[in-house]
């Protein structure tokens, strides 16, 4: 049984930063791409990050600089660390297996003054 659990999310300032973590089981951690999406009301999930299992990387274009993607194969885990976060990152965060239905449970992401 595949579990992905989500943490690390919460209320911060307008350049604030947060880091949320991924804590996957029930997989063969280390041969699956990993994937961070978000989602706000009313609107699709987007991608907003990915790591192969070799660990390269991409962003969608709106956090290029700002988000991080890594993993840490060991732990099974997967983070994205969020610096300079604006408004418009509020969003509930999904943790993915890419290419796979398998989904964590989300954690919320509110950036506000």
């Known amino acids: 049984q595949v579990q992905l659990v989500e943490s690390g999310g919460g209320l911060v300032q307008p350049g604030g930063s947060l880091r949320l973590s991924c804590a996957a089981s029930g997989i063969i951690f280390v041969i699956f791409d990993m994937a961070w999406y978000r989602q706000v009301p009313g609107k699709q999930r987007e991608l907003v990050a990915r790591?192969?299992?070799?660990?390269?990387?991409n962003y969608a274009d709106s956090v290029k600089g700002r988000f991080t993607i890594s993993r840490d194969n060991t732990k099974k885990t997967v983070y994205l660390q969020m610096n300079n976060l604006k408004p418009e990152d509020t969003a509930v965060y999904y943790c993915?297996?890419?290419?796979?239905?398998?989904w964590g449970q989300g954690t919320q992401v509110t950036v506000s003054s």
């Open positions: 993915n297996v890419w290419d796979k239905n398998y």
């Open positions: 790591i192969t299992n070799r660990g390269s990387t």
